[in-house]
């Protein structure tokens, strides 16, 4: 299921996306979300990162290396974060020099194991 939809992200700029948004059965006490990011329209070489908008340093990071006039797809294993106001987002960072179109495809997920 789709649910980041052809989403454009300008150069060297953060947009948040909750990935747990819109999926049909998914539990907000999900623990991780398995899907596959696209990032399309490329004009320049650069790199898109994504990790957790805790406001901390991004530990767990994946990072897709864009290559001007290429689709790049990459599967991911996204943590969701459980914060005050509910799931913390996931933040996708453009770090190249040209505007690129980002979509996420949910393919799975795993529930939140508590103790």
Do not use: C, K, W
Request: aromatic share 10%.
């Amino acid at each position: 299921m789709r649910n980041v939809d052809h989403q454009p992200l300008a150069a060297h700029s953060t947009a948040t996306f909750d990935l747990t948004a819109g999926i049909g059965n998914v539990s907000q006490f999900t623990g991780a979300i398995t899907g596959t990011v696209t990032v399309q329209g490329t004009t320049g070489a650069g790199d898109l990162v994504v990790f957790a908008s805790t406001g901390e340093a991004a530990s767990d990071t994946y990072q897709t290396h864009l290559v001007s006039g290429q689709s790049v797809a990459t599967g991911i294993v996204a943590e969701v974060l459980q914060g005050l106001n509910g799931v913390v987002p996931e933040s996708f960072y453009n770090n190249s020099s040209t505007t690129v179109t980002v979509s996420f495809d949910v393919s799975g997920y795993f529930a939140a194991t508590f103790y």
